[in-house]
């Protein structure tokens, strides 16, 4: 069986789950049907299994190294990199205009999730690259995009993200990065940049950073901030490569995971000018930034779910072919050992992992749909609707995989025994790779006090009402099902829970009392989402089931038995969590550093 | 402040809260005094910080390598070694009689603590030597004791504890290691050993095994396994090391953490013979290595908890000297920052830290105190007493901590954020040292089927019996304080849900059903005992703040604090997994491994 991808499951979400037939079905993406994008999903599937899985290994223990100011990095990174942009899947996530393939999302997601299984940090190089040309694309001049983009979109220049700096992480506001304007319009940019991932190295021609900096004269906080692209090297104006612009690299952070993306420490104008070009309006930098934020935060949270999807299927087949002990009820030490996979705790251990990882799919491939709704709908409302249903959810889609997509990845270590704490199996490593996931792109405090203080009661509530007519849309189709009652009713009772817990909410004497328990609230309500996404997928299993194929019965079968096991094991710890946050405890919020350990 | 000790809370925890006072005062122990016991811990503290705890990091980036066939280990690792022996603390676990220091355990357990944290995988070099020879006490024969124990009690010859074989982990029923006895009255040992720590290398002139091995002929399964001693170099009549024993090194694992101690497949009698010396009765084997059991299981427990510790005490000092961000309901930017500490979640980060490390070192000490009364009581009844609370605890005080204090780790990166995840700090490495401990010393899942199948039941219930005693005692002291009334109440009625829950267990139709959650219920019943030495904490607490020294007001209310949000957090968490694991659920159980993906 394929470690990386399970594609009667992919299949499953996309089409019987998700509706991806019916955007398949519209203007904009009516140069593919099924076949075409089962044809993608081939194609991306073995290049990932030949030429990205076998060295992801090597590379966690050979990481990138900082030599004379330089990144050494192994060859094979290039090489899978290189065979990426021959195969022209560097192109996967643009538009056609901007001489990309115009994929759905749903299929640009899936087929990239492919390959972060396959080898996570690798992987990183691409999404950035994407992330800022999509910016770019977004908000850039139309001088700019002629000069950088065409060789973005064919992955020859990579891209990056510089927001973060030593002093301000969390807290871009205070960002000091300074941006002089020259007399030809230019910048020149000085400055600290630190957690850049894919910040330096010697794979491209070039790298073309995405820099958040303050114009100095603009105003204190967010509101002064702008945002320059600045490549390594100069482009001259035929296109060519010019001279160094002077970005120097300060140093390599040594992470615990995701070892095989460069996080670099970069110094500008340290050197030299680093001249840098002004991307859309003067102290519009944030908000332009935050322009491909969503899709950014969902592909964050699909990294998480795929991690924890590499775990969960290396983990099940280890259990299908390792033999230990036997069943409780037999003591006879002569007869044969079972598979661990017939051990109720391996069963309860590979389940949770299910529940998690599928419910989490679920999640994304929706919110990918939305986006690909958005793109596509001729319907103004439909459009606004998405929107909205993409704004409440984004903070859930990016941390709640990042939360239990982690928890399956320690049970696929426990599965394994002493073998899983071993660096010659996968598993701890998808571990590693995945604790990064709740810190970056927003950490998950920020989307706690994100959806509790503003994304539920965005325009009058109309996202959480738009949310709830989902839901019950749901819960219609599932109650002609009589095996479905019961989640239907814990349904409805937990998304009734949320809003008297909001009310609660509302209630507090002030915004830090209300937000106190604001990243409880983002997993509990996270929870809320995933129990629906699970009996969506119980809708159509049934629905599946009723076709009669005798070769889907066990998957079938599994589908609506992890249903069930999310409503008894995992629904129920929602409940004690909105009770909680509707109690406003202020516990923690009282506590004075002092206190801690008592001086 | 310190980052491997709160030496404030570990006096509160073993005097007020447990009764070493009382301990002291016995004949065991009457060389020993509130003060002679500060000393000793100080001489650790000192030594921990300024020998142990410097090189941590470096040994974590510079593990153990294997060069022909030998172990290579960088030099720090022998010179802290030979530092912690020439201070004599090889024999602080030791009775008079062996040359010890006969400490109280839960002193000899603390003071270990205090190195653990400074630098975990090297003490796991003292502590296997110090299980091995405590085993050979218990049941070696009087040549072989003299002529091993004296070298292993002074720390000069190491020991280890060889169990596992490649095919043979959780399953010792299905080791193959084979004894053939000789006619001088050695054995013979061929067999290759998996996992086995400190397994090898060249820090000491000998390293003596404590090896599982079947004699041919004997019963199948876990009655034909016997214990034999098994040194790496023989040892001449002189006490002298003579030949190899040829035990061949062939290979090391290579563990996400706990680097530093090797870990090493074994084989023996490959090159020629391995001779070994019975360790008590033929066929007894399982049963003398268990005579070390509970202090080894107590004691990875304490591991779990001061690994958590040192990611707590760390990742608050970080957040008092932090400055990120400002309060949520202050607007201007040019206003100066505040520490991270001022920020409510990731005081609910550090809060949820210090409620599970300081709960969990509770009970840990909680169980050494049951060790030392079960060696120094006079009392019969009261040594039975102990024993059964042991018995009884022992699953939770192995399993908790390796949960939870794990889950503290995770915290403790987060609130380091991106310089969390990088191996500059130590929270990384804390993370991935304690990762271990739900595998090793048993599964979380065997403590599951041990407290489920058989402690609670254990002697017609009397342990049980006698825990729910000591509880209602708590409960009755607290009682008498209003402010921990509800407390009270929440704890009581929790043993309530234990029984009701052991009630439901009683009437499943067989004892795979029974036991199918049992690891729910092993974590399950962890929250309850934890909630109970919160509930011990909080009495001692308020009766320190009787007092009236304003130095400990910030430390009394902080107690008070974690306690209240150990009640309102997270023993609520039980409730639901008590209902679950009384529903007698087999949607687990029932899956088939084809089920899991439908194939």
């Known amino acids: 069986m394929s470690t990386i991808v399970n594609r009667r499951d992919l299949d499953f979400l996309m089409y019987e789950t998700h509706n991806l037939d019916e955007l398949l079905e519209r203007e904009r993406y009516s140069d593919y049907d099924r076949e075409s994008v089962a044809a993608i999903l081939d194609l991306s599937q073995s290049m990932a299994q030949d030429i990205f899985q076998p060295f992801a290994g090597h590379l966690d223990q050979n990481e990138p190294k900082y030599v004379d100011g330089k990144v050494e990095i192994i060859p094979e990174v290039k090489e899978a990199l290189t065979a990426y942009k021959d195969a022209g899947l560097f192109a996967s996530g643009y538009d056609y205009e901007m001489g990309g393939m115009q994929l759905p999302w749903v299929v640009h997601q899936s087929l990239s999730a492919i390959f972060v299984t396959a080898n996570t940090s690798v992987t990183s190089y691409i999404f950035l690259t994407q992330g800022a040309t999509n910016m770019l ?37 205070d960002i000091r990065t300074k941006a002089e304007k020259q007399d030809d319009g230019s910048y020149n940019i000085t400055g600290t940049k630190m957690w850049i991932s894919a910040g330096d190295h010697e794979m491209t021609d070039n790298i073309v950073h995405m820099v958040l900096a303050k114009i100095p004269g603009s105003p204190a906080g967010v509101k002064g901030i702008s945002l320059f692209l600045v490549p390594k090297h100069r482009v001259n104006d ?10 120097a690299l300060a140093g390599l952070n040594h992470k615990m995971g995701n070892k095989g993306t460069t996080n670099c420490l970069l110094n500008f104008g340290e050197s030299g000018d680093s001249i840098g070009y002004l991307v859309g309006d003067e102290n519009k930098g944030l908000s332009n930034m935050f322009h491909m934020m969503n899709e950014a935060r969902v592909a964050v949270g699909m990294g998480s779910t795929v991690v924890g999807l590499g775990g969960y299927l290396y983990s099940l087949d280890y ?34 992992q299910k529940a998690f990882v599928e419910g989490a799919h679920s999640l994304i491939l929706y919110a990918a749909c939305l986006l690909d709704e958005r793109a596509s709908s001729e319907s103004a409302e439909e459009r606004a609707r998405a929107s909205l249903l993409l704004e409440l959810l984004t903070p859930i889609c990016k941390s709640w995989p990042s939360e239990f997509c982690l928890e399956a990845n320690k049970l696929a270590i426990q599965i394994l025994g002493g073998y899983g704490y071993t660096r010659e199996y996968p598993v701890e490593r998808y571990y590693r790779d995945n604790r990064l996931n709740h810190i970056h792109e927003g950490t998950h405090a920020i989307h706690g006090l994100d959806i509790l203080g503003r994304k539920v009661n965005m325009a009058d509530g109309a996202a959480l009402k738009a949310l709830a007519a989902e839901v019950t849309q749901t819960i219609t189709a599932a109650s002609a099902h009589t095996e479905l009652a019961s989640h239907c009713q814990d349904l409805g009772a937990a998304m009734q829970q949320i809003q008297l817990t909001l009310e609660s909410v509302s209630k507090a004497s002030d915004p830090s009392l209300a937000l106190a328990n604001a990243t409880i609230f983002l997993d509990a309500m996270g929870h809320v989402v995933i129990a629906w996404m699970w009996l969506k997928q119980a809708v159509a299993a049934v629905q599946g089931q009723a076709k009669g194929n005798t070769a889907d019965t066990a998957f079938y079968s599994g589908k609506l038995a992890a249903c069930k096991f999310f409503y008894r094991y995992e629904l129920p710890k929602a409940i004690s969590k909105f009770d909680l946050v509707g109690s406003l405890d202020d516990t923690c919020l009282s506590m004075s550093a002092e206190e801690f350990i008592g001086h």
């Open 238 to 247: 035929d296109g060519s490569i010019g001279d160094s612009n002077n970005i």
């Open 137 to 173: 694309n977004a908000c850039g001049s139309d001088d700019l995009k002629a000069k950088y983009m065409p060789k973005m979109v064919a992955g020859e220049w990579y891209g990056t993200m510089c927001l973060s700096e030593p002093q301000a992480g969390s807290s871009l506001s």
């Open 319 to 352: 259990a299908r072919n390792r033999p230990q002990g036997r069943h409780l009820t037999n003591k006879d030490p002569e007869s044969p050992m079972v598979m661990i996979s017939e051990h109720a705790d391996v069963k309860r251990m590979l389940m949770t």
